[in-house]
């Protein structure tokens, strides 16, 4: 059974920094493109950044020079260091393949207070 787990999210002043963790059960994982997006209240869930199996990453323009996406040792593992957050980065993150597939995880809270 697939499962996604997203941790790091918190609360943090603009211009700061976090760094979010995702682990993905399933070996589907290890072989595809995997991304980070991000869902702000009353608006469509959006792919911010993602990964290749081999490494090549591609970001919202959004995004662009402030956030790196990358991949742990195991590859089912997808990191996403954010900085100079700014408040509309505010959002619930997850992680899911590239285009998503299956169910979503819960996803973890970003808030970046002005």
């Known amino acids: 059974q697939v499962q996604l787990v997203e941790s790091g999210g918190g609360l943090v002043q603009a211009g700061g920094s976090l760094r979010l963790s995702c682990a993905a059960s399933?070996?589907?994982?290890?072989?595809?493109?995997m991304g980070w997006y991000r869902q702000a209240p009353g608006k469509e869930r959006e792919l911010v950044a993602g990964?290749?199996?081999?490494?090549?990453?591609n970001y919202a323009d959004s995004v662009k020079g402030r956030f790196t996406i990358s991949r742990g040792n195991a590859k089912n593992t997808v990191y996403l260091q954010m900085n100079s957050l700014k408040p509309e980065d505010t959002a619930v993150y997850y992680c899911?393949?590239?285009?998503?597939?299956?169910?979503w995880g819960q996803g973890t809270q970003v808030t970046v207070s002005s």
């Open positions: 899911n393949l590239v285009p998503a597939l299956g169910p």
């Open positions: 990964i290749t199996s081999g490494g090549i990453t």
């Open positions: 399933g070996s589907i994982f290890s072989i595809n493109r």
